[in-house]
T-cell receptor
Framework: DAKTTQPTSMDCAEGRAANLPCNHSTISGNEYVYWYRQIHSQGPQYIIHGLKNNETNEMASLIITEDRKSSTLILPHATLRDTAVYYCIAHDPIGGSQGNLIFGKGTKLSVKP | KAGVTQTPRYLIKTRGQQVTLSCSPISGHRSVSWYQQTPGQGLQFLFEYFSETQRNKGNFPGRFSGRQFSNSRSEMNVSTLELGDSALYLC?????????????FGPGTRLTVL
């Protein structure tokens, strides 16, 4: 089972920031928080990942709480093309036999004009 | 740099047949993972190959198999197809060096079993 819980769906107005929460209260010390998104019927697209520090790249920002039990993915200026299912995954990159990604049901983000 | 490519993109087969799907990873990536996505079960891990060896395997029957070649390209095979095998099959590649193993996905192969 996935180690993360996310809201089933969220709406966001175009041009506004989209803040997608994720709970991972049982995350282990070696597990990073990864975010992917999947636009309908396409392959998942990597967005960002982090361990304990906040991270930012050209797509998004990732804010991880100090206790690492939850995180928030921020899309600063959402566009209609950001409409997708967003997956938050707790993953240990050197986990050996546990190295596969475990996807939950994700959050369906709908960006509305 | 070219992304992960999968062929074919769409495939229609009938029950009892077998099918082979192909995946070419990003240049330099040594690990290839396969996932199955269905509306009911979501995205589920099938197996992972690294240096031509299966490194990790999910909970799927033996009808699902795979292999990796010396150039890191990978194939997966499904024998004796069942209706429930209809799914989007996704391949992901990663560098798998030190702690860098971010997986990058291909567009998928849509398999329909009639």
């Amino acid at each position: 089972d996935a180690k993360t819980t996310q809201p089933t769906s969220m709406d966001c107005a175009e041009g506004r920031a989209a803040n997608l929460p994720c709970n991972h209260s049982t995350i282990s010390g070696n597990e990073y928080v990864y975010w992917y998104r999947q636009i309908h019927s396409q392959g998942p697209q990597y967005i960002i990942h982090g361990l304990k520090n906040n991270e930012t790249n050209e797509m998004a920002s990732l804010i991880i709480t100090e206790d690492r039990k939850s995180s928030t993915l921020i899309l600063p200026h959402a566009t209609l093309r950001d409409t997708a299912v967003y997956y938050c995954i707790a993953h240990d990159p050197i986990g050996g036999s546990q190295g596969n990604l475990i996807f939950g049901k994700g959050t369906k983000l709908s960006v509305k004009p | 740099k070219a992304g992960v490519t999968q062929t074919p993109r769409y495939l229609i087969k009938t029950r009892g047949q077998q099918v082979t799907l192909s995946c070419s990873p990003i240049s330099g990536h040594r690990s290839v993972s396969w996932y199955q996505q269905t509306p009911g079960q979501g995205l589920q891990f099938l197996f992972e190959y690294f240096s031509e060896t299966q490194r990790n395997k999910g909970n799927f029957p033996g009808r699902f198999s795979g292999r990796q070649f010396s150039n890191s390209r990978s194939e997966m095979n499904v024998s004796t197809l069942e209706l429930g095998d209809s799914a989007l099959y996704l391949c992901a590649s990663s560098l798998l060096a030190l702690r860098e193993d971010t997986q990058y996905f291909g567009p998928g192969t849509r398999l329909t079993v009639l």
